[in-house]
């Protein structure tokens, strides 16, 4: 496991990088209004909807589901050419920054390495979700494919605002909601360096892990996290 001067000097070089003008309450109002604007924008064209169409809600939650436990434990975690740049962002960085048992951000500057870029926030909201709503408009209804865009593109921004809430700091109100403490959990064990390459690699809800045998549960009181 990193020891805890490591995470530290870690910590001190990666804020000293950090350009001054970044703001981290911009990040995020930048992510939830084109999410909002995107899902918004699909639902609002959604016309004379019918009973079945409304399947594309349960779909796209296990379509965004299987997409970030993918995307987190093959590009995230493992080292490939295409992704290079992604596993050095969350491997290299967010796994150094966030390393038991500093496991919380000290202000929103920090959130720099806890959201996603903004530009991939977009890519996903203007070319990824659209482009399975086509595929599924194509294959059952238009109603459905602006439902399931609308979906995939909700449930990326629930992911990122889930993964912030995670790296609160100890203490804070959201570690003691029963169902969210339990996801901030799962993701704080996975964030132990032994464990972040085989386990609970699901942030929104653990259906990949469980279903593909990564899900690792360990008591909170026996948890060798989490630091303030």
């Known amino acids: 496991m990193l020891q805890l001067h490591d995470v530290i000097t870690f910590r001190k070089r990666y804020r000293e990088a950090v350009r001054s003008h970044y703001n981290g309450w911009f990040h995020l109002t930048a992510i939830v209004l ?32 299987f997409m970030e436990y993918a995307a987190h434990r093959w590009a995230g975690h493992k080292k490939q050419k ?25 202000s929103s500057r920090d959130w720099r390495i806890v959201l996603f870029p903004t530009y991939l926030s977009a890519f996903l909201a203007f070319i990824l979700a659209p482009f399975c709503g086509y595929l599924l408009a194509s294959l059952f209804s238009v109603n459905a494919g602006y439902i399931l865009a609308a979906v995939i593109v909700l449930s990326h921004l629930g992911y990122e605002v889930l993964h912030l809430a995670y790296h609160q700091p100890e203490g804070h109100w959201f570690h003691n909601v029963p169902g969210l403490r339990e996801l901030a959990h799962l993701h704080r064990i996975h964030h132990r360096r032994e464990l972040m390459k085989t386990s609970n690699f699901n942030l929104t809800l653990p259906l990949f892990d469980l279903l593909l045998g990564t899900f690792h549960w360990e008591p909170r009181d026996t948890f060798d996290g989490p630091g303030k």
């Open 82 to 106: 295409l992704t290079r740049l992604f596993y050095n962002r969350h491997t290299g960085d967010h796994h150094s920054f966030y390393s038991p048992p500093l496991l919380s951000f000290a």
């Open 34 to 65: 084109i999410c909002l604007g995107v899902s918004g924008y699909c639902i609002v064209l959604v016309d004379a909807l019918r009973l079945g169409e409304l399947l594309a809600v349960p779909l796209g939650i296990l379509l965004y589901n």
